[in-house]
């Protein structure tokens, strides 16, 4: 079972990282909504370095949960246009 938890926080945690990398904000910069895209963001990453600290203590429970509570503010924040995101692959839910 260790095994099957460690494969997945490690794929969690790939799958933050590279959602990252793939959103940009979408509303035009100094409004309200681009500011709310950038929290949204910013919680993202700040979520990734959770699971990463995590991941390093070996607790791969907290890992798991900080790197999926991370993508889902990508991806809830892409559903709702906050974020330009493939829309194609695996990265996000958005059809």
């Given at each position: 079972?260790?095994?099957?938890?460690?494969?997945?926080?490690?794929?969690?945690?790939?799958?933050?990282?590279?959602a990252?990398?793939?959103?940009?904000v979408?509303?035009?910069?100094?409004?309200?909504?681009?500011?709310?895209?950038?929290?949204?963001?910013?919680?993202?990453?700040?979520?990734?370095?959770?699971?990463?600290?995590?991941?390093?203590?070996?607790?791969?429970?907290?890992?798991?949960?900080?790197?999926?509570?991370?993508?889902?503010?990508?991806?809830?924040?892409?559903?709702?246009?906050?974020?330009?995101?493939?829309?194609?692959?695996?990265?996000?839910?958005?059809?």
């Open positions: 079972m260790t095994a099957d938890l460690e494969e997945k926080t490690d794929r969690y945690g790939e799958l933050l990282t590279e990252l990398e793939a959103a940009s979408a509303p035009p910069a100094g409004t309200p909504m681009a500011d709310a895209a950038e929290d949204c963001y910013e919680m993202a990453a700040s979520y990734l370095e959770d699971g990463r600290h995590f991941r390093e203590q070996d607790d791969l429970v907290n890992a798991l949960a900080s790197f999926s509570y991370g993508h889902a503010w990508l991806d809830a924040g892409a559903r709702v246009g906050l974020f330009d995101v493939p829309t194609d692959g695996h990265l996000f839910t958005v059809a």
